[in-house]
């Protein structure tokens, strides 16, 4: 069993890699860009349709604010951008946001930013991965209704991608990337070409009408309205989403690491900003309409649409609108923009196992999530990554717009910290001396974060009251679970380490006085007596073996095997008319203990092993079972003896020596020795 499932995880994840090559998995800028990018320019794809549909709530005349929402968040991507670029020049070892904010702001600080980013991060790949599966819908109808089990699938697709190491993920997801880029230019290039010349058609939904609904009926005026615009504002913000993945993962980047992360930022946030107002312009001049109830929402000549109506995202209408309904050039569009969401989550893949491994060696995760594995990608992460993400698309259908409001809240909980954090950075900067032209440049970098700080800030503020009944309730819980189980697993590393601690080593050095040693018997067959031979070849002060019995039908049998053996060892015989074994074993080695509370116990247990896996289906696990529960006796030191069957053929052949039932020896008379006795 064990060779197969090596097999298949050396077919599925590839050849062990030694650790001296780690060096060749580094990235350059080419492939880092859509590596760690993906998410931010996924955003694109529907961070417009989440505006569109905000503010339709409150009918046509609001849908046209959308450009100036757009423009506000393209402003607050610029500043994050160029607040991020100075991040990954002071601090490029990975921590990024957690290392900033524990470095200036104190632990505890940084420890509720890692738990935002442990969450982001899941979140990110639940978004993503429920997007990209309703755009794989749009361009395959036949798949409507399959979201949940594509999803899925999906995930489990990616995680096995990246734990054949960063490299071959990079390389897989390098096109794609890029060629949804070219996608999406060639969309906004040819669609400005047609709005010019006058050709640009209409969106399949723009001869509906948006009706406001009931909640919204008076528009955008008065407190209301101005409470919807924020909402959409803050719905729009998801386009930053992923930028502080590049600050976590200098360390993958090729040298000098952060000069090439600053720019990777850099085409990031161009890139971003471009296609966002792109598509927000066209989906006005086109007239897409995007709700989330047509049949309430949508009318035709003042009447109401029927249940029937199905809206696309917004890309998938524009894709439409310029290259024409099902032709190459749709297809391309909008089965790349179903891939790149898809492919958006492996920033989260690349950006939660990197945050995990620092927290792990700071013991606020555990310790198995620090180390790398065969393909030198830190794969426990991966897993864990994988498994909440499948929990939370499953948990919510596989809803993009009951995902999201989720999602907003740990970035920008993360972005304002950080700025804050950047901000006293620069503050202690100032207090050293410098000379003119580098305290210009250290107040020009704290100006940046001083702006960023105001504006993530608010953003922050808006998105915790649009969103907070919406579901962003939902992720603060999420972030305090994840803060206290961090402290508890602090806590926990810090008691143990402190008992570990040796104060003196004499103490370790002294032997005991008695060794009290304990061989755990159900009958005289081959384990059992190996299990005394290795108890005598340690010379215990004093050994017994240890048989528990059911009734008098196992006494006798117990005892004539014990006579039969002629060991010179004592049998003591322990009933339990209960069948209860383990509890009965454990209460005689307390008593053991509190009588002679100066000397060792050793307890010896056989554990006979089968050839096949499936054999153990045949045979009890009475052994394992015992080992657990004396492993809560303290001051007790348990040897487990194995046997497994068919070994003494194996070993010696058929010819079976040092027979453990075999009578001890005459002494001999040569030598006027006793020779040495078999078990």
């Not at 048989?547 to 006494?555: P, Q």
Request: charged share 15%; glycine share 8%; proline share 5%.
């Amino acid at each position: 069993m064990q060779d197969a499932i090596d097999r298949l995880k050396r077919v599925l994840i590839g050849r062990p890699m030694r650790s001296d090559s780690v060096g060749g998995q580094l990235l350059p800028k080419r492939i880092a860009l859509p590596v760690f990018a993906s998410d931010a320019l996924s955003s694109v794809a529907y961070a417009p349709d989440e505006v569109l549909l905000t503010l339709a709530l409150a009918g046509g005349l609001a849908v046209g604010q959308s450009l100036w929402i757009g423009l506000a968040v393209v402003v607050v991507l610029v500043v994050v951008v160029l607040s991020y670029r100075q991040t990954v020049h002071a601090y490029p070892s990975g921590g990024g946001d957690y290392e900033v904010v524990s470095t200036n702001l104190g632990p505890t600080a940084g420890l509720f930013v890692a738990s935002a980013l442990l969450v982001d991060y899941i979140l990110t790949v639940a978004v993503s991965i429920s997007s990209g599966a309703h755009y794989l819908t749009t361009a395959v109808p036949s798949l409507a209704g399959r979201e949940v089990p594509i999803a899925v699938t999906l995930i489990v697709i990616l995680s096995v991608l990246n734990l054949r190491g960063l490299r071959d993920a990079g390389g897989a997801f390098a096109v794609p990337a890029y060629l949804y880029m070219f996608a999406i230019g060639l969309l906004a290039v040819v669609g400005m070409v047609q709005l010019a010349s006058g050709n640009l058609g209409a969106a399949p939904t723009a001869q509906y009408e948006v009706v406001p609904t009931p909640d919204h009926a008076s528009g955008l005026v008065g407190l209301g309205g101005a409470f919807l615009l924020m909402r959409a504002f803050s719905s729009g913000c998801a386009a930053l989403t992923g930028v502080e993945a590049i600050s976590n993962g200098v360390p993958v980047f090729r040298r000098p690491k952060s000069r090439n992360a600053a720019a990777t930022l850099a085409m990031l946030g161009a890139i971003a900003a471009t296609m966002l107002m792109s598509i927000l312009f066209l989906a006005r001049e086109a007239g897409v309409r995007i709700v989330d109830d047509p049949a309430t929402q949508l009318t035709l000549d003042g009447h109401a649409v029927g249940a029937d109506v199905h809206v696309d995202p917004v890309i998938g209408q524009l894709a439409a609108t310029v290259f024409g309904q099902g032709s190459p050039l749709f297809l391309l569009v909008t089965v790349v923009t179903g891939l790149i969401l898809v492919l958006a989550a492996n920033t989260a893949f690349n950006g939660f196992p990197t945050l995990a491994s620092v927290l792990s060696r700071d013991a606020f995760l555990p310790r198995q999530l620090y180390k790398r594995g065969d393909r030198l990608s830190y794969s426990n992460g991966i897993v864990v990554l994988s498994l909440a993400a499948i929990v939370l698309v499953v948990a919510f259908n596989a809803s993009v717009t009951r995902l999201i409001q989720l999602y907003i809240v740990g970035v920008f909980v993360s972005f304002t910290l950080s700025q804050l954090g950047m901000i006293r950075h620069w503050n202690r900067a100032l207090r050293r001396p410098q000379t003119g032209p580098e305290r210009f440049r250290v107040l020009r970098s704290r100006a940046v974060n001083v702006v960023g700080f105001g504006l993530t800030g608010v953003v922050l503020v808006i998105v915790l009251l649009t969103k907070f009944t919406h579901g962003a309730w939902i992720t603060l819980i999420m972030m305090g679970v994840v803060f206290v189980v961090q402290k508890g697993i602090r806590h926990h590393y810090d008691t143990v380490r402190s008992q570990l601690r040796v104060e003196d080593y004499s103490a370790g050095r002294a032997l005991p006085s008695r060794v009290h040693a304990i061989v755990l018997i159900s009958n005289l067959a081959r384990p059992a007596m190996r299990a005394v031979a290795t108890a005598r070849a340690s010379s215990p002060s004093s050994l017994e073996l240890v048989s528990v019995v059911t009734d008098e039908r196992e006494e006798h049998k117990m005892l004539q095997e014990w006579e039969e053996s002629g060991l010179p060892v004592p049998l003591t015989l322990l009933s339990s008319p209960f069948r209860d074994i383990t509890q009965v074993v454990v209460g005689h080695i307390r008593h053991q203990r509190r009588r002679s509370p100066g000397e060792m116990v050793v307890v010896y247990v056989p554990q006979f092993l089968v050839s096949h896996w499936w054999e153990n289906a045949m045979h009890n696990q009475t052994a394992v079972r015992m080992r657990q529960a004396l492993l809560g006796i303290p001051g007790v030191v348990i040897t487990t003896v194995p046997w497994k069957l068919g070994e003494d053929d194996e070993v010696v052949g058929h010819q079976l020596v040092n027979d453990p039932f075999k009578r001890p020896e005459a002494p001999d008379a040569s030598t006027g020795q006793e020779s040495e006795e078999t078990p």
